[in-house]
């Protein structure tokens, strides 16, 4: 019998909601353990799991030189094969990839943080030129992460409940995807930009404590408000600083991003919200009417770009029951600006300034450029008649070929492996 085992089905795998694992199933390449949550992959299966990783693999190779390798489970072993040939070989000894159970992992070494991003995308973008014609929808989404210099994540549209499923948007004007950590790259125009610049001014707003409650109490849009958040940063030193957040009235701060914020400018440094104690030793009894105006000295203070250039904000007045209306950017305060966005469906798309909607998007590799010291790894290095040469700068990236393979599935992209 030489005949591939292909149990085609009419009936569609109980309790399971991923269209890419009914298919899969119903075309006889998979089964499905309900008790584990398990897919069991079939001959029909197994050949287009290992075509999509040939595809991936050839495309990475003339796209990027990335050589294949197979090494025990272990990153190590990696980076000994890289140590062992940079020397004689160099480049060729940077870039290597190997599968590991149903994952196609990616390792490189760079020797500046340019270069480490540089093949980050490029990496990237080879991804994106195998897969195609099979998955057309896929795309990658810019994120903002910890002691990263860049980090892509490689998602496409699925259905609420799919393997590696994950809460984004989608543009409904220009079809973007984006998490809610993506980076910002667009912010518009800055808000009252063509406005007079207002005198400042002590409004009286007893209770209005939150955006909510003070646009209802004085007729306005909350984008013309400025919404402040007090975190403590605590640095491997034992000592505490507080931190003071900012972000336009009709937007939230995205804690990743501040995150990657804190770990720039405290390094190693952990942080929380402050607590009641922390902000009345600081500011006073202020809880929910602080601002930026007035700010204590030994307060840091860092802003989202939406905030950048714009006139005529109401903002805390840094005492309780008052705000202070005519607030400007430059003319009142200017603190650092960072991306503190956090994406939901009432902010625009970054691309076409579109309107976001809610959707699931299924999560299937993740590539990001770093230094390698400060993530706890080796440099790489060698000596040779020049001198010792070395590497300090990683890239690498992991891509689920379980995921990828159900959402070729779900997108009816199987005919084309």
Excluded at 301 to 323: I, Q, T
Aim: aromatic content about 8%; overall charge negative.
């Amino acid at each position: 019998m030489t005949e591939l085992f292909i149990p085609k089905t009419k009936n569609p795998p109980a309790k399971v909601k991923d269209a890419g694992v009914v298919n899969l199933v119903m075309d006889g390449a998979g089964a499905y353990n309900a008790k584990s949550g398990e897919i069991i992959l079939l001959p029909a299966g197994c050949e287009r799991l290992a075509r999509l990783s040939d595809l991936l693999k050839a495309s990475l190779f003339n796209m990027c030189g990335m050589q294949p390798v197979d090494c025990p489970d272990s990153d190590d072993s990696v980076y000994t094969l890289a140590e062992r040939y940079v020397r004689d070989f160099k480049d060729k000894a940077l870039s290597w990839m190997q599968s590991r159970g149903r994952s196609l992992l990616l390792y490189g070494w760079a020797k500046s943080e340019e270069e480490s991003v540089i093949k980050a995308k490029g990496a990237a973008s080879a991804i994106k030129e195998a897969l195609l014609e099979v998955l057309p929808g896929f795309s990658f989404t810019k994120v903002s992460s910890r002691d990263r210099f860049v980090s892509l994540v490689g998602v496409c549209e699925t259905a609420r409940g799919s393997l590696n499923a994950v809460n984004g948007m989608k543009c409904l004007k220009c079809g973007t995807l984006v998490l809610p950590d993506s980076v910002c790259t667009a912010v518009g125009e800055p808000v009252n930009a063509c406005a007079h610049e207002e005198e400042i001014r002590d409004i009286y707003t007893p209770g209005a404590h939150t955006i909510s409650l003070l646009c209802q109490q004085l007729g306005l849009e909350p984008k013309n408000t400025l919404k402040a958040m007090l975190y403590t940063v605590e640095s491997n030193n034992g000592t505490k600083d507080l931190l003071f957040a900012m972000i336009r009235g009709d937007m939230d701060i995205s804690i990743s991003k501040l995150s990657a914020y804190v770990g720039s400018k405290f390094q190693g440094a952990s942080f929380r919200r402050a607590e009641a104690e922390e902000i009345l030793d600081a500011f006073g009894d202020v809880a929910g009417f602080c601002g930026p105006i007035g700010v204590p000295e030994n307060v840091y203070m860092v802003a989202d770009m939406s905030l950048k250039d714009g006139r005529n904000f109401v903002a805390g007045a840094n005492r309780p029951d008052y705000h202070k209306a005519g607030c400007c950017w430059g003319r009142d305060f200017e603190p650092d600006v960072a991306d503190l966005l956090l994406y939901q469906k009432s902010v625009p798309c970054p691309d076409c300034r579109g309107s976001l909607d809610e959707c699931e998007l299924r999560r299937i590799c993740a590539i990001e450029a770093y230094e390698a010291a400060r993530n706890g790894e080796p440099i790489l290095s060698c000596r040779d008649r020049d001198g010792v040469s070395a590497w300090p700068y990683r890239w690498r990236g992991e891509i689920s070929l379980e995921a990828l393979l159900c959402a070729v599935y779900e997108k009816g992209g199987k005919d084309g492996l």
